[in-house]
């Protein structure tokens, strides 16, 4: 029960927030349209035309910084760039009417939302501490923001306290956090980018993700041809040297040819098992004996940290998809055990509507960072080949939040 109004609450607050920072650009979109207003009246008395241009900058303006707003909540919506500054380049704008939309729909809705974020701690502070003040005047006073009863005593005043904190945490919990989305629901609709915008953008990010690629591939094959130099060649190179010792000792010395014999042999099974590794870490058979599923449950099961596990992955994805999700659990189970100093971490992965969902989730000392050039930066690599993306939290004490999702295309 606890845990769950915890959570109402923490939900409420985040909420609260959102309503509270909603209220800045949506004070800035009421002094704009309160500007633009008069320039359209005058536009159409045919007096108004040199005014359209500041006032499509001002309006593109506050537009960008709902935008910027709505990045730090996770809607990425890019800007369209400047505002063209010539009356004709302001006609043809495409982005600039749904601008318009969402500057009347923010300066309305998203400022009385607003308000009434920053005017509900108010209220609610008032509420709990009723009892309180609750002998001042007015006489008789109702139990305030309710409306329930009148108190006489400390014990009725103690009462609707209680009442106001009840009341006040299910409205934390399920009004808040909607009203936010409601704040919210117009920018994430009228701002997003022109489809020739977003055409242009997705070229530029196939682009990056096309260098990524090449990048990763290029960094494998550095690695695998790394493996075969220092481990596997080395093996065999010595296994040459035992063999070529071995028989000219059968001539002079017979009695240790036995014992290079042996020792070849242990070289030779030394550069098989480091071959069978490097053959590993390209594509795991583990993957094809148990599926996706059964191979990270493995890897939860021999984590150096007590490693709880929830699957949901019934279905199967590309090959190459899977061995990235295999690596990238492997890895973060690595870093978790080698640097996190955790007790314990939790494994989820689901797959849902071709979309793969890894998090990974350690109670460690936290401070990890995906840009030191760590096996993180190893992770965001292999993850944004595949046109993925990562998500790493690790505020200094913890918790660390590995999020990764990868599209599982076939």
Same mark, same amino acid.
């Given at each position: 029960?606890?845990?769950?109004?915890?959570?109402?609450?923490?939900?409420?607050?985040?909420?609260?927030?959102?309503?509270?920072?909603?209220?800045?650009?949506?004070?800035?979109?009421?002094?704009?349209?309160?500007?633009?207003?008069?320039?359209?009246?005058?536009?159409?008395?045919?007096?108004?035309?040199?005014?359209?241009?500041?006032?499509?900058?001002?309006?593109?303006?506050?537009?960008?910084?709902?935008?910027?707003?709505?990045?730090?909540?996770?809607?990425?919506?890019?800007?369209?760039?400047?505002?063209?500054?010539?009356?004709?380049?302001?006609?043809?704008?495409?982005?600039?009417?749904?601008?318009?939309?969402?500057?009347?729909?923010?300066?309305?809705?998203?400022?009385?939302?607003?308000?009434?974020?920053?005017?509900?701690?108010?209220?609610?502070?008032?509420? #709990?501490?009723? &009892?309180?003040?609750?002998? !001042? /005047? @007015?006489?008789?006073?109702?139990?305030?923001?309710? +409306?329930?009863? =009148?108190?006489?005593?400390?014990?009725?005043?103690?009462?609707?306290?209680?009442?106001?904190?009840?009341?006040?945490?299910?409205?934390?919990?399920?009004?808040?956090?909607?009203?936010?989305?409601?704040?919210?629901?117009?920018?994430?609709?009228?701002?997003?980018?022109?489809?020739?915008?977003?055409?242009?953008?997705?070229?530029?990010?196939?682009?990056?993700?096309?260098?990524?690629?090449?990048?990763?591939?290029?960094?494998?094959?550095?690695?695998?041809?790394?493996?075969?130099?220092?481990?596997?060649?080395?093996?065999?190179?010595?296994?040459?040297?035992?063999?070529?010792?071995?028989?000219?000792?059968?001539?002079?010395?017979?009695?240790?040819?036995?014992?290079?014999?042996?020792?070849?042999?242990?070289?030779?099974?030394?550069?098989?098992?480091? #071959?069978?590794? &490097?053959?590993?870490?390209? !594509? /795991? @058979?583990?993957?094809?004996?148990?599926?996706?599923? +059964?191979?990270? =449950?493995?890897?939860?099961?021999?984590?150096?940290?007590?490693?709880?596990?929830?699957?949901?992955?019934?279905?199967?994805?590309?090959?190459?998809?899977?061995?990235?999700?295999?690596?990238?659990?492997?890895?973060?189970?690595?870093?978790?055990?080698?640097?996190?100093?955790?007790?314990?971490?939790?494994?989820?992965?689901?797959?849902?509507?071709?979309?793969?969902?890894?998090?990974?989730?350690?109670?460690?000392?936290?401070?990890?960072?995906?840009?030191?050039?760590?096996?993180?930066?190893?992770?965001?690599?292999?993850?944004?080949?595949?046109?993925?993306?990562?998500?790493?939290?690790?505020?200094?004490?913890?918790?660390?939040?590995?999020?990764?999702?990868?599209?599982?295309?076939?």
């Amino acid at each position: 029960m606890w845990p769950a109004i915890v959570l109402a609450v923490g939900r409420g607050l985040d909420g609260l927030k959102q309503l509270i920072r909603g209220l800045g650009t949506a004070l800035l979109a009421l002094l704009t349209l309160v500007a633009v207003v008069p320039t359209v009246v005058a536009c159409l008395a045919g007096v108004g035309l040199l005014a359209v241009a500041p006032m499509a900058r001002a309006v593109r303006a506050v537009a960008d910084r709902e935008r910027s707003r709505l990045a730090r909540l996770g809607s990425d919506l890019p800007s369209p760039g400047p505002m063209p500054r010539t009356l004709r380049g302001v006609l043809t704008d495409r982005s600039l009417p749904r601008e318009v939309g969402w500057l009347a729909c923010h300066a309305t809705l998203g400022f009385v939302l607003g308000l009434f974020g920053v005017l509900l701690p108010l209220i609610i502070v008032r509420d #709990l501490t009723f &009892v309180a003040w609750w002998k !001042l /005047p @007015p006489s008789d006073p109702s139990a305030t923001s309710f +409306g329930v009863g =009148t108190a006489h005593t400390w014990w009725q005043a103690s009462a609707i306290s209680a009442f106001g904190l009840v009341g006040w945490i299910a409205i934390l919990g399920g009004v808040v956090p909607t009203l936010a989305r409601v704040q919210s629901w117009p920018g994430r609709r009228l701002l997003v980018p022109d489809p020739s915008v977003d055409l242009s953008m997705r070229v530029v990010e196939l682009t990056a993700t096309r260098a990524a690629a090449l990048d990763a591939h290029a960094i494998e094959l550095r690695r695998i041809e790394r493996s075969l130099h220092d481990g596997s060649q080395n093996r065999l190179v010595a296994v040459t040297v035992l063999l070529g010792a071995a028989r000219r000792s059968l001539s002079r010395n017979p009695s240790e040819t036995d014992g290079l014999l042996e020792r070849a042999q242990e070289a030779a099974e030394s550069a098989l098992a480091e #071959l069978r590794a &490097v053959s590993r870490s390209i !594509l /795991p @058979p583990v993957l094809a004996d148990r599926g996706l599923a +059964g191979a990270l =449950t493995g890897l939860a099961a021999n984590s150096g940290v007590p490693c709880g596990v929830e699957l949901d992955v019934g279905g199967r994805c590309a090959a190459s998809v899977e061995a990235t999700a295999y690596f990238v659990v492997a890895e973060a189970l690595t870093n978790v055990a080698k640097h996190s100093g955790a007790h314990s971490a939790e494994l989820s992965a689901v797959l849902r509507s071709g979309r793969l969902r890894i998090r990974v989730t350690d109670d460690g000392h936290g401070g990890a960072d995906a840009a030191s050039g760590s096996g993180l930066d190893g992770i965001r690599r292999r993850v944004e080949a595949h046109d993925g993306t990562l998500s790493l939290t690790s505020p200094v004490g913890g918790p660390t939040i590995l999020a990764v999702e990868l599209p599982c295309g076939s």
